[in-house]
């Protein structure tokens, strides 16, 4: 009976050492597994930290967003001009001029010479001084013909000209007086008033009771 006891503890005390030994064996290789027995997440992207967010667009943050511009940020836009934001505008050394009725009035101040073209007269030379006050003067410098179609070419206070609008062409379109003689005048339309940029060359039609057109084209001479 006592053998018997004495054999079981034995038993007993090998199953515990075996259990031990078991136990103490996968600990070491949980060590080995982990290393410093930390979280477990492994460094899988590289870039030396656990946290799997790999640097994808090489802007050394893990947010996703490569700069697709020139500009150093990530906003998509890049500066199509030289300066410096996003608008696509280039600088231009060029100053804009608004254009309005008081830019075609201001330009027809002045004296100008070219030529006058009729259906009825054909192609003359003539000189015309618009001043400031919306007084005109007008001359052909050929024998036979006059400035304006409807009228002479003697100076006279009735000799008066006015722009009421202008459209996006940009071309103005207003009013002329044209003296005939003593106590008669003429009104007529002056249509599609234009200059170029610089505003030294002037073109010009102007139109009686629906007959015309008499066409000036002219050079600003001061």
């Given amino acids: 009976m006592k053998r018997n006891l004495r054999l079981k503890l034995v038993l007993m005390w090998g ?12 600990y070491e290789l949980d060590i080995h597994i982990h290393g410093d027995g930390g979280s477990g997440d492994a460094d899988a992207d590289g870039d030396g930290d ?18 697709s511009d020139s500009d150093g940020d990530s906003d998509g836009d890049s500066d199509g001009d030289s300066d410096g934001d996003s608008d696509g505008d280039s600088d ?5 001029v608004p254009i309005d009725l008081n830019w075609f009035k201001q330009g027809l101040i002045g004296l100008w010479e070219g030529t006058v073209t009729t259906q009825w007269n054909g192609t003359n030379p003539v000189t015309f001084e618009f001043d400031e006050t919306e007084h005109y003067s007008a001359q052909c410098e050929v024998e036979d013909c006059s400035a304006l179609y409807w ?29 005939f003689d003593v106590g008669t005048t003429n009104r007529a339309d002056m249509e599609m008033v234009r200059f170029d940029d610089d ?13 015309g057109p008499v066409i000036y084209d002219l050079m600003r001479v001061e």
């Fill in 92 to 96: 231009s050394d060029t100053e804009y």
């Fill in 199 to 211: 505003q030294v060359e002037l073109t010009f039609e102007v139109w009686k009771d629906g007959y």
């Fill in 50 to 67: 656990a946290d799997g967010d790999s640097d994808a667009d090489g802007d050394g943050d893990a947010d996703g967003d490569s700069d």
């Fill in 15 to 26: 199953v515990v050492a075996l259990f031990g030994a078991v136990h103490s064996g996968c």
């Fill in 151 to 179: 009228g002479t070419d003697e100076d006279h206070s009735s000799k008066k000209y006015h722009l009421t609008s202008f459209n996006s062409e940009p071309e103005a379109f207003g009013w002329i007086y044209i003296y």
